[in-house]
């Protein structure tokens, strides 16, 4: 999926296709599911930039989805929907929510609002193969939305490799990330050290972490 992929969750066909086809109109690539269980299947197979979620839908509470899911870590987050009292507006902004929309809502309004979410989380989230990494927050989500526990000179060698995708970044390069460790106390073998961890730790049954030795030139995220 690209960066401009949206997610529109919301039962009502009509209010369906507004929303998807007029975000679709502007250049954005968008995935429509009409239920908490479509949600969780197009999650399944997608990473999608932003979701925007309706609260009632016909199977499931949005808020609740967005507490079970941890939506609001796996990017974009907005909650577009008729239930207009504070303390449901509230509760969706603690679910991971960065905006609460009270229907009905112009269209270009919410084309604005899509844009500012989608820039905020663009400047901190990076997805890769399914991965999202937060690096505002300093956490990784395996594809399935699973936390995973990184020490800080594995989450920084992962955030380098993410932020420079597929580009290959050299075992000297690396050193200069690991910015809290003494320099005396590092070595290439540091580097090749931590690669190894990080590659136990995303290694998911048969299917290994996407990070690739280039030889002659060090590691890279497979892309």
């Not at 839908?57 to 609740?64: S, T, Y």
């Not at 939506?71 to 509760?91: H, M, P, V, Y």
């Not at 609002?113 to 990784?140: A, P």
């Amino acid at each position: 999926m690209t960066a401009d992929t949206i997610l529109v969750v919301e039962d009502a066909p009509e209010s369906l296709e507004m929303v998807a086809g007029y975000l679709e109109q502007q250049g954005y690539s968008c995935l429509r599911a009409a239920s908490g269980a479509q949600l969780r299947a197009a999650l399944q197979k997608s990473q999608p930039a932003l979701i925007i979620l309706d609260i009632n839908l016909p199977d499931a509470d949005g808020i609740a989805l967005a507490h079970e899911l941890d939506l609001g870590k796996r990017g974009g987050l907005i909650f577009l929907t008729s239930r207009d009292a504070d303390e449901d507006e509230i509760n969706g902004l603690e679910a991971g929510g960065d905006d609460y929309i009270i229907k009905p809502v112009n269209l270009r309004t919410l084309l604005a609002r899509v844009r500012n979410v989608l820039r905020r989380s663009g400047e901190s989230i990076l997805t890769f193969d399914g991965w999202t990494l937060d690096v505002i927050r300093r956490e990784l989500f395996r594809p399935n939305g699973q936390m995973l526990e990184l020490t800080s000179g594995e989450f920084n060698i992962l955030a380098a490799l993410a932020a420079q995708r597929p580009q290959p970044l050299s075992r000297d390069f690396l050193l200069d990330v690991i910015s809290n460790r003494d320099p005396r106390q590092v070595s290439d073998h540091t580097v090749d050290t931590l690669v190894a961890r990080l590659r136990r730790k995303m290694r998911d049954g048969d299917t290994e972490a996407p990070i690739v030795t280039v030889r002659g030139l060090g590691y890279a995220l497979a892309g």
